[in-house]
Structure formats: C-alpha cells, structure tokens
C-alpha cells in the first residue's frame, strides 16, 4: 500500500515537471515566434521534400513565398536552396526584383542532414545605394583635390624656373601657387564641414534666428561693399532649436554665393520671417538667376552650372550641399526660385518653438 503511494507520489511530481517544461517550452516557442514575426529579414524553411513549413512575416513582404519550393519567387531562390541542399554548405546570392526595383541577398544554409534548408533574405537596396553614393563622393572629392594639386606643383616649377632664368617674372606664377593653396583649402574646409555635420549629432540650442542673421550679416558687410553690392536686412524676432554655429555656416554661404553671382550695382536681401511651418530665412540676390534646367540638381554635392567660374570666384561645389545639410537636420528644408538674368531666392524653412515666438 505504501508503495502505491510513492508511486502516486511520484507520478504526480512528474506530471508537474513535464506541465512545467511545457509551459516553458510553450513560452520559449511563442517566443521565438514574437522573434522571427519582428526580425527585418525574410526567414523561409524549406523541408526535403520542398514543402515550405515555415516562413516569417518580413519573407512575405521581400519575396512571393509559396507552399513549395516551386512556387519560390524570385526565381533563383529556388536554385540558391537546391545547390545549399546538394553541397550541404550556405550558398549566398543576390537577387533583383523590379518594380520597384530592389536588391536583396538571400543565404540559403542547410541546417539538417537529409536535406532541410534554412533561407534568409535580406533587402540590401538602401546599403547599397548609400555604398555607391559613398563611392562616388570619393570620387569626385578626389578628382576635385587633384585639380588644385596639379596646378599648384605645375605653378612651383615654373616658379623655380622663372627665379632661375628671370626673377622679375616670377611673380604670376607664385600667384597661382597661393591661389590653387587657396582653393584647395577651401576645398578641405567645405569637405570637413560636411563630414563634422554628418558624423556629429545636430546641437540642440535656442537660437534666435534674427540675432545670429544680424551678427553674420555684419561680419559680411565689408565684403558687400567692396563688391558695391547693396545689402540690406528685413527681419522679425524668431526662435528656432539647433546648432547656432551650423545655422551660421549654411547662411554664410548662401550669402558668399550670393555675392559671388550678383555683379557691382546689383542688390542682396536678407529676410527672416514667419511661415505657416515656422520659421523662414530668405538669402534674396539680383544676380544673374540659375536656369531653370540647372535648378534641380544645383544642391548636389560638386554639381555647379559653370566648374571653371566657380573654381576662379572660390567655389567648391560643396556650398549649397552643406545649405541642404544644416536645413535637413533642423527638420527644415531648402528651396530656390530663380530665373536668369533677375536674380535668385534662397529659402531655408525651419520649424519653429511655438511657445517662444513673441506675440
Ligand atoms: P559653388 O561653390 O560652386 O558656389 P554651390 O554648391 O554653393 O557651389 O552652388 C552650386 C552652383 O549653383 C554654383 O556653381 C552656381 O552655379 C549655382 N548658384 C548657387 N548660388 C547661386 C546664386 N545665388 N546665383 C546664381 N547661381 C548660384
């Protein structure tokens, strides 16, 4: 009798173990489950005999799933996890769809002897984009600081040559020496510019727009005027959130190309405003206007209507690149309205703190 006893005893105390690692399996598997239904990549099972038992919520949206293998799609999914199958090694490949187009790269592993196939897809479009956005930068950054360089090593050795054979011709070519040193330090400071406004996060300052427009346009003045450029100012007190000295650097070059485009007795405005979105800092020239061809791509990074022009009035191409940079991580956003021969508007829209503007 006893011993029924332990062993109902001990029976009941198994049946409690086993509820217990069911409820633990239960609870790791709608785990996992929670798991596999967030991750971004696309995660597709594929039995032995090409039955598809299981594929996660992110497969169905990068490829057209199926209940077999057959009905995989993209197509060369299928042939990824039949060589991963047949070498019994992860195969990886890149797949294209279109329409929209998107790259993806899927590793088909096998993951059990006998042939079950594990498949992760993952959309590589936006890494890639920016890979070659990267590619190209350098690039051009690249071919833009050898034009200096070049001209800078041909100009010293004409200058050596000149101070050898006839000194009192020297001059011109150490000019050019100090002008290419010039440009390509512009260059370095425009290129630094960009990578500290990529790689650092935005500050997060009060900034009343007015008072730092009135303090860089005062800082400009002299230059206007040596250009016989008139300047002028039209503002209203407006507080935006960001990195005063940021905001400095992109209407610093608003106002530097503006010069640079207006010829003497021409005019240059600066505005600060309200907008139904908030804040609005206006760079107005009479200049010579941007043709309408050219307009959308002039904020490019080394895009510039006339390269030789730009280069000989201090231009880098990397100014208006840097104005978008500052507008965009402010939340705000940069436009232009021009037409040749009448001049060109700069517009840099900011949002605003509400409760900070004055009634
Ligand atoms: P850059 O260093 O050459 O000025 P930006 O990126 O600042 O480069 O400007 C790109 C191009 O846009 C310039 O090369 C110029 O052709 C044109 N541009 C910019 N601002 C003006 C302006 N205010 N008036 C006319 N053209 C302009």
Redo the contacts with the bound molecule.
């Keep these: 009798m006893r011993k029924v006893k332990r062993l109902e005893q001990e029976m009941s105390e198994l049946r409690a173990e086993l509820d217990r690692r069911a409820e633990e399996g239960g609870a790791q598997a709608s785990l996992l489950g929670q798991v596999l239904a967030t991750v971004r990549q696309g995660i597709i099972v594929v039995d032995p005999d090409d039955s598809i038992p299981y594929f996660n919520p992110a497969a169905a949206t990068l490829i057209r799933p199926g209940i077999s293998l057959g009905q995989l799609s993209p197509h060369p999914l299928q042939s990824l996890v039949r060589r991963a199958r047949a070498q019994g090694d992860p195969i990886e490949g890149t797949l294209e769809l279109d329409r929209p187009h998107r790259l993806l790269t899927a590793v088909a592993t096998p993951i059990e002897a006998g042939g079950r196939v594990l498949v992760v897809v993952v959309d590589v479009t936006e890494a890639r984009r920016i890979e070659a956005i990267r590619r190209d930068f350098v690039a051009a950054a690249s071919h833009e600081l050898k034009t200096p360089v070049a001209s800078m090593v041909a100009s010293a050795e004409t200058l050596q040559l000149a101070l050898a054979r006839d000194p009192a011709r020297a001059a011109p070519f150490a000019e050019q020496v100090e002008r290419s040193a010039r440009q390509l330090a512009r260059l370095v400071a425009?290129l630094l510019d960009l990578s500290r406004l990529e790689a650092t996060p935005e500050a997060d300052e009060e900034v009343a727009l007015d008072q730092l427009v009135k303090q860089e346009v005062e800082a400009f003045r002299d230059r206007a005027l040596e250009a016989e450029v008139e300047l002028s100012v039209q503002m209203i007190p407006v507080v935006v959130r960001g990195s005063r000295s940021d905001l400095g650097l992109a209407l610093r070059?608003?106002m530097?190309?503006?010069l640079?485009?207006?010829p003497a007795g021409g005019e240059i405005r600066i505005v600060v405003d309200r907008s139904p979105e908030g804040a609005v800092l206006h760079?107005i020239?009479s200049?010579?206007?941007?043709g309408s061809r050219?307009l959308p791509r002039?904020?490019e990074?080394f895009?510039?209507?006339?390269?030789a022009?730009?280069?000989a009035?201090?231009?880098?191409?990397?100014?208006?690149?840097?104005?978008r940079h500052v507008a965009e991580s402010h939340g705000g956003r940069v436009g232009v309205s021009?037409s040749l021969g009448q001049?060109?508007t700069?517009s840099i829209n900011l949002p605003t703190t509400p409760d900070r503007h004055p009634s």
């Design positions: 425009d070059n608003l530097d190309n503006a640079r485009h207006t760079v020239d200049g010579e206007g941007i050219e002039i904020f990074r895009y510039r209507v006339d390269s022009r730009s280069r009035t201090g231009g880098t191409g990397l100014g208006l690149a840097i104005v021009s001049g060109s700069f």
